[in-house]
């Protein structure tokens, strides 16, 4: 089971930033870097999770809410690429 929401979970970072690489009317370095920015944008969001001791678990005060934010900043991470995605894609 943690293997098939491990998959979900990378499909839901990876397909935004496959799509943004396979746009055609953007050249090619512009294609790689949007595309980057797309798959690493939860990384680093996961990893500010991580560095934040309440947020990582240890919170002396309100355990309760320091879970719940953490939650809350992890779903959030998984729908960032998507948005970025949309944000990227707009017609300006």
Do not use: H, K
Not at 6 to 17: Q, S
Not at 37 to 58: H, K, N, Y
Not at 65 to 88: K, Q
Request: glycine share 6%; aromatic share 8%.
């Amino acid at each position: 089971m943690r293997v098939l929401l491990t998959l979900i979970a990378f499909g839901m970072i990876a397909i935004p930033a496959l799509m943004m690489l396979a746009r055609e009317e953007l050249p090619r370095g512009r294609r790689i870097g949007r595309a980057l920015v797309v798959f690493l944008a939860p990384a680093i969001a996961l990893g500010a999770i991580q560095s934040v001791p309440e947020l990582d678990g240890r919170a002396l005060s309100y355990p309760n809410a320091w879970t719940m934010l953490r939650l809350v900043l992890s779903g959030l991470a998984l729908i960032l690429p998507w948005c970025l995605y949309v944000w990227f894609t707009a017609r300006r």
